[in-house]
């Protein structure tokens, strides 16, 4: 594992909404093949760290490696921006993610909205994208609702063709925020077993979850955030089942709870 | 068979009658105002949408023109826009000309309460043919129309630009799309769910707005049931009594007509713009 390259490398990440600190100085590294699984409780950071990873929040401070190639800043009024858009667009063609409520194009159809960002950003061949939208949304179980609306589907089905929409972009990491939280449980469960198969093929993902068995199965590496810092980060067992600080003791006794 | 209209009775009367010359210009003075509604909708659209972007535009001068236009024009009454766009525009176009084409005459072209241009620059030309001064006319009518609706149609179209949710924009940056591709791919598209509610209103307002046409002196339906309309004395081929009243229930038939067949087509429209919105038809 030591020797596989690393995708994604966040360090001294600070980000503040207005006079909120959200995050205060947060590392984070994905390896080739790693599931880095995110937990804390609603406003520990998680889903901000996810967020500044491919840019849509951008952090006051730190610094964002891509593949060995560090995000540029430009100094602007408001403190910082990137400064290369087509480096930010690369970062995001190939860090896909995947949404709490799914946020399928809704104009389009399922077989629309997974090809459209090959074809549109990446500007590959509309029929050899085709063939892949097609095999990618039958291998989620979704092949028959190739020309539904999203607004036709379940939830489960509509998370299922938005991972499916990420898949076909072959990214080198996935982003997932909380896929499973819109979600009944029934409904979780297709999903899950989805997310599971991408883990076991060695995909590299960050998932920001509330859903601790996920976390204790697919992840290689659990990092528990408490109120915009790393409070404990380790191996699932290491972290989930010896946890060391009361924090995560209090907080995994309550999510045990119910 | 209408050869001597006082020979005729009944029903052939009418039918002579009802297909005199002036006649004919009345049914035409209709599809005048079809006309003016089917010039008008792309071009105050058209203005809408350069309205909308200038309103949203990055460019802050842009930002204020945008601004400008649809605050004037809301701010304003339409009956006074309507005339004073063609007297302005067409005296703003004769001012150009007389430079262009009259520059040896050096008096003013405000003289006291006069305005008084060569006769090279009058628009149209003082002995074009009756049809130019209409066409001309009808022009103008067309531009003041687009410019008033395009920006009620401006504020509509920023407003549905907005409506689209921002998690939808978000997700397009999010798979690499640049500004201009979230714009035509998504928030444009999606945009027209929205839009279509308050243009499809819009339009019915421009369709009852037409007789307006009436004020700006073309000789629209209005003129034409209020002219044939009248009183005819003996003096007339066709005398007959006021009948001014069934005229302009003509006129109120064919403006219910519009708006209902308009109807429909909005109805229709809107399944197929909201294909796949939530709450949408399918």
Request: charged share 20%.
């Amino acid at each position: 594992m030591s020797h596989s390259e690393v995708i994604l490398q966040l360090s001294g990440i600070h980000k503040r909404f207005d006079e909120l600190e959200v995050l205060k100085g947060v590392d984070l590294t994905a390896k080739k093949g790693d599931v880095v699984a995110l937990i804390g409780s609603s406003g520990s950071g998680k889903s901000t760290l996810l967020r500044c990873a491919n840019l849509l929040e951008q952090p006051e401070q730190g610094d964002i490696v891509f593949r060995g190639d560090a995000v540029k800043w430009a100094a602007n009024r408001a403190g910082r921006a990137p400064a290369d858009a087509d480096q930010v667009r690369l970062m995001r063609t190939n860090l896909s993610m995947v949404f709490q409520q799914f946020n399928l194009w809704q104009h389009m159809t399922i077989l629309q909205n997974v090809m459209e960002a090959p074809v549109t950003v990446l500007g590959q061949p509309k029929d050899q994208v085709e063939q892949r939208a097609v095999q990618l949304l039958d291998r989620v179980g979704i092949g028959d609702k190739l020309d539904k609306y999203p607004s036709q589907l379940s939830g489960g089905q509509q998370q299922r063709a938005a991972i499916a929409r990420a898949l076909c972009m072959e990214p080198a990491a996935m982003l997932f925020d909380e896929p499973t939280s819109a979600l009944d449980p029934e409904l979780e469960a297709e999903v899950i077993k989805v997310i599971r198969e991408l883990a076991s093929e060695g995909r590299t993902m960050i998932i920001v979850t509330h859903d601790m068995n996920m976390a204790r199965d697919l992840a290689t590496e659990v990092i528990f955030l408490h109120q915009g810092l790393i409070e404990e980060k380790g191996t699932p067992s290491q972290v989930l089942d010896n946890p060391k600080s009361e924090r995560l003791q209090q907080f995994l006794s309550a999510t045990a709870a119910h | 068979m209408c050869g001597d209209p006082s020979t005729l009775e009944g029903f052939q009367w009418l039918i002579c009658y009802l297909s005199t010359g002036k006649h004919q210009k009345f049914y035409m003075s209709f599809l005048v105002v079809i006309g003016l509604l089917i010039a008008v909708a792309p071009l105050a659209l058209a203005m809408g949408f350069g309205g909308a972007l200038a309103k949203r535009s990055k460019i802050l001068p842009l930002r204020w023109l945008g601004s400008l236009y649809t605050n004037m024009v809301r701010g304003i009454p339409d009956l006074i826009f309507f005339l004073f766009v063609p007297i302005a525009l067409d005296q703003l176009f004769e001012m150009i000309r007389h430079k262009i084409k009259c520059p040896e005459v050096t008096d003013p072209i405000y003289q006291g309460n006069d305005f008084v241009v060569c006769a090279a620059a009058k628009l149209p030309l003082g002995n074009a043919d009756a049809w130019v001064h209409n066409v001309y006319g009808f022009v103008m009518a067309c531009i003041a129309f687009a410019i008033v609706f395009g920006a009620f149609a401006a504020n509509t179209i920023d407003g549905a630009l907005r409506a689209v949710p921002e998690k939808q924009l978000e997700t397009a940056r999010a798979y690499g799309m640049t500004e201009r591709q979230t714009f035509w791919r998504v928030q444009l598209p999606q945009m027209w769910g929205y839009a279509l509610p308050g243009l499809s209103n819009l339009w019915m307002i421009l369709v009852k707005a037409t007789p307006l046409l009436f004020l700006l002196g073309i000789e629209d339906i209005v003129y034409w049931a209020k002219e044939l309309g009248g009183f005819k004395s003996d003096r007339f081929d066709y005398p007959h009594p006021d009948w001014r009243a069934y005229y302009f229930a003509a006129l109120m038939v064919f403006y219910l007509l519009t708006t209902w067949v308009s109807e429909k087509f909005f109805i229709r429209l809107n399944q197929r713009v909201n294909v796949g919105r939530v709450g949408g038809e399918l």
